[in-house]
């Protein structure tokens, strides 16, 4: 599909592993290619169809994970524009921004903030910007890419027992640690100057090696305004475009046109609001020029009546829909 422009470096591998991969996979026995790349899965143990993992194109690793990532203070970065997109964390007093020109091209940062070992995850076919905690029974997991997806969405794998996990639930799907679930933590996907607004004294994820990708390109131009998702093949939303925006919280969803027209909703214990200011990272050639989608915030009123961030993805209905079968998506 021409919206989609994978990076040069991974377009042979991802040619090879799609003419590799042949007829749909058997659901039974997990195919010889996977056994072979993966010796150490147990693919024994599995929560879904193994016919619903397809290949996204690159090998294991073949979009490499930041494993060691490197910050700058706020002051210091000049090279983002201000409307941006970053994920702003704030962890037990530490507040880190992960810009998602950097992101795009690598998908997943193993990071520690505030005395917590994080995994900051962002899904570009599903827009998916989902901060875990990588804490397991008391043991930290390590993540990386398997390079293959399921509904369109990541799928991640842990370098301890190599289970797959499902990006988008925080779930393993495949593997010794099938039906686990990581915890999430509150984040916000916000424009670069509303963070610098709000955490002047953070820092922010700079590249190891500003040459090693494109940084600030988006290589899915236009992705967001296409009519289908890319590499899908499930049921699609009733009564809405498979590729409109929603803000997603557990089993409810809400249009992002209609939060930009009331601008704050508030049920019960939860109030999402809508700014103006934020660029989408899927629409243009760069990131800085893309069209302005805003900024949600998701909060929740605690015990004491005061207003906490809490968990909520910016995605898209047909996301929604794939993994929420059972939710709601308010349209009015």
């Known amino acids: 599909?021409?919206?989609?422009?994978?990076?040069?470096?991974?377009?042979?591998?991802?040619?090879?592993?799609?003419?590799?991969?042949?007829?749909?996979?058997?659901?039974?026995?997990?195919?010889?290619?996977?056994?072979?790349?993966?010796?150490?899965?147990?693919?024994?143990?599995?929560?879904?169809?193994?016919?619903?993992?397809?290949?996204?194109?690159?090998?294991?690793?073949?979009?490499?994970?930041?494993?060691?990532?490197?910050?700058?203070?706020?002051?210091?970065?000049?090279?983002?524009?201000?409307?941006?997109?970053?994920?702003?964390?704030?962890?037990?007093?530490?507040?880190?921004?992960?810009?998602?020109?950097?992101?795009?091209?690598?998908?997943?940062?193993?990071?520690?903030?505030?005395?917590?070992?994080?995994?900051?995850?962002?899904?570009?076919?599903?827009?998916?910007?989902?901060?875990?905690d990588r804490r397991v029974e008391g043991q930290v997991l390590e993540f990386g890419t398997t390079g293959k997806l399921r509904k369109s969405d990541l799928v991640m794998y842990d370098r301890q027992t190599e289970s797959w996990w499902q990006q988008f639930l925080g779930e393993a799907i495949v593997g010794e640690m099938t039906g686990t679930r990581l915890?999430?933590?509150?984040?916000?996907?916000?424009?670069w100057a509303r963070f610098k607004k709000r955490h002047p004294e953070g820092r922010v994820l700079v590249p190891n090696d500003p040459d090693m990708r494109r940084y600030g390109d988006n290589p899915y131009i236009r992705y967001d305004s296409a009519s289908q998702p890319f590499l899908y093949d499930g049921s699609l939303p009733q009564g809405i475009e498979p590729m409109a925006y929603v803000v997603a919280v557990g089993e409810e969803a809400w249009t992002l046109e209609l939060l930009r027209e009331q601008e704050t909703i508030e049920r019960d214990d939860l109030r999402l609001s809508?700014?103006?200011?934020?660029?989408?990272?899927?629409?243009?050639?760069?990131?800085?020029?893309?069209?302005?989608?805003g900024n949600v915030v998701v909060?929740?009123?605690?015990?004491?009546?005061a207003w906490q961030d809490a968990v909520y993805d910016l995605t898209f209905a047909f996301v929604f829909h794939a993994f929420r079968p059972e939710g709601r998506i308010h349209k009015e």
């Open 1 to 132: 599909m021409s919206f989609v422009q994978p990076p040069p470096s991974l377009a042979a591998a991802a040619l090879a592993l799609l003419v590799a991969a042949g007829p749909a996979l058997a659901s039974e026995t997990a195919p010889r290619s996977w056994t072979w790349a993966w010796p150490d899965t147990d693919f024994s143990k599995a929560a879904v169809e193994f016919s619903e993992i397809r290949s996204g194109g690159p090998p294991k690793d073949g979009i490499p994970s930041i494993d060691a990532p490197i910050f700058v203070s706020v002051a210091e970065e000049k090279d983002l524009d201000p409307r941006e997109p970053v994920i702003g964390l704030s962890v037990n007093g530490e507040t880190r921004a992960y810009p998602l020109r950097i992101l795009t091209w690598h998908e997943i940062v193993n990071d520690e903030i505030g005395g917590v070992p994080v995994a900051v995850t962002y899904c570009p076919l599903c827009n998916a910007a989902i901060v875990f």
């Open 299 to 305: 909060q929740r009123r605690d015990a004491s009546g």
């Open 274 to 293: 809508w700014s103006a200011g934020k660029a989408s990272a899927l629409d243009s050639r760069q990131i800085a020029e893309g069209r302005d989608i």
């Open 183 to 191: 915890d999430m933590l509150p984040s916000r996907l916000e424009s």
